[in-house]
């Protein structure tokens, strides 16, 4: 019952409330990593499944998203005293030249919201940022997003150094973006594109996974 | 020159072939051989651009420019300028209650403000044979720019007071300035509010469309017109809400299905949208470009009220030949 109120409240936004049921689920004896799983991932799972159909909008998004980080702090020391590692690890951020984030963050709450540790660079990354962070967090992913017809192009140069790299065959490559098309994605060799921040979640779990 | 837009709208809804009315104004750096940096810099420029759209496309009407970083750098925030990307908005200049109260309400002028109503006032003295719209920023989205638009999407649930107190500011300024558009000659305005589109109905029935209200109210008349333009994904939830600023026709982007907006719009509202500006106009070719044309056209005409655009700003490295095939698919259609 008390995983399915924090699930309830995370969809909410209480971060408040989750926050302090996160701990007294803790005290009841509760497994942090179900605790993670059937409360916080669960609720975060139910609004990417309603952002993808259209019934909850960015905001909604943003502060279940926040709600569920209030939560994961709570767990943090005990799941990693437990040994529960995370679904995978993704380096994402907005490429060279380009300065929006929104998309990017959403896709970050999203991939969060999958259980994924991911590893935000921010916005206007060049190349080898993508590449020192990955090895640096022995990433399975590289997330590239970008908002603007010129900017876009700078995916190619990350993909093209990714492939020139130790990385190569070990870090899957995303894109995603206003202008960003599959075609896109497949001109420059990139693993994998999607459309929306919920999709790109899905599909960077699965990448984590086949890693 | 002095038109009655209420019956230039009239009149392309009651009309069988109508002018198309794509968002193009930035691709004139082709025809005048300049970078993006030198014609946001130079109204001379800008007006030479915009007639010299005007003399190759037969538009519906001539646009300005959709620089939506403008406003913003007039309330002071900083911005980024490319040879060939239309400029960004840098930074965050409200973080807080106390930036949003202490926030200046510019004079028009400030910043490029007044080159772009340069622009305007020859554009509008230069071309003759159609309306002349003036591109401005909606209260929500010039409110995003200057608060950060992740922060402002959260505020509207933590400090909706704060998202308040800079959006009275924002529109006071958009009232003066989309006024100073009206006594520059223009024949109205094409109001860009794409932040709303990423609201719920509910948030942007209290933090932008209220707004949008205020402005239309102030400046829309029988010789100066308001397009809204929202080129987000939530819109087709929206329509009520939108419909609510009593803009005096509506612009739609390719994130929407646009047959299923023009059934939730009324009929005898003007319509526009949603050739994809990157996927068609930027990426594509002059046979992609004219089978989705045609192919929209074929969908949306049955509607009167449609008026085939481009489902956004068209960018400024769009090849020529697309969007000559655009005009080229539209007049077709009409005319086969």
Known sequence: M???????????????????????????????????????????????????????????????????????????????????EQHGTVVLGTVKGDLHDIGKNIVRMMMEGKGLKVVDLGVDVPAERFIDA?????????????????????????????????????????????????????????????????????????????? | ????????????????????????????????????????????????????????????????????????????????????????????LVEDMAGAESLQVPEVGAGRTGLYLDAVTEAARTITDRPVLAGVIGPFSLAGRLMDMTKIMVSCYDEPEMVHTTLRKVTDFLIAYTRAYKASGAN???????????????????????????IVDAVQDDQFLLVYHNCGPAVPRMIPEILSTGAGAYHFGNAVDMEDVLCRMPEDVLTMGNIDPVADFRNGTPDSVRAHTLALMETCCKHKNFLISSGCDIPPVSPWENIDAFFAAADTFYHR
Not at chain 1, 169 to 188: Q, W
Not at chain 2, 192 to 214: D, I, M, Q, R, T
Request: hydrophobic content about 50%; some cysteine; glycine content about 8%.
């Open chain 1, 2 to 84: 008390i995983l399915e109120d924090i699930g309830a409240l995370l969809q909410k936004g209480k971060s408040k409330d989750v926050e302090r049921l996160t701990l007294e689920a803790l005290e009841s004896g509760l497994e942090p990593a179900t605790i993670l799983e059937d409360g916080l991932l669960a609720g975060m799972s139910v609004i990417g499944k309603k952002f993808k159909d259209g019934d909850v909008y960015i905001p909604e998004v943003l502060i279940a998203a926040r709600a569920m980080n209030a939560g994961v702090a709570v767990l943090r020391p005990r799941l990693a005293a437990a040994g529960v």
């Open chain 1, 134 to 211: 990955a090895q640096e967090n022995d990433a399975d992913v590289i997330a590239c997003s970008a908002l603007l017809t010129t900017t876009m192009n700078e995916m190619r140069e990350v993909v093209t150094r990714v492939k020139a790299s130790p990385l190569h065959g070990k870090v899957k490559l995303m894109v995603g973006g206003a202008p960003v098309t599959k075609e896109f994605s497949d001109a420059i060799g990139a693993d994998c594109f999607t459309a929306d921040a919920a999709s790109a979640a899905d599909a960077a779990l699965k990448l984590c996974g086949a890693n």
């Open chain 2, 1 to 92: 020159m002095k038109l009655n837009m209420r019956q230039w709208a009239d009149a392309l809804i009651s009309s069988g072939p109508k002018k198309p009315m794509p968002v193009l104004s930035f691709p004139s750096v082709q025809l005048l051989n300049v970078s993006v940096g030198e014609l946001v810099h130079s109204a001379s420029l800008q007006a030479e651009g915009m007639r010299r759209i005007a003399l190759r496309v037969d538009a519906a009407a001539a646009l300005s420019m959709m620089d939506l970083s403008v406003e913003a750098e007039a309330f002071g925030a900083r911005i980024r300028f490319g040879d060939n990307e239309v400029p960004s908005v840098i930074g965050c």
């Open chain 2, 188 to 214: 109205g305005v094409v109001l860009a509010e794409p932040a709303a589109g990423l609201l719920s109905p509910a948030l942007c029935e209290e933090f932008s469309s209220p707004y949008v209200k205020e």
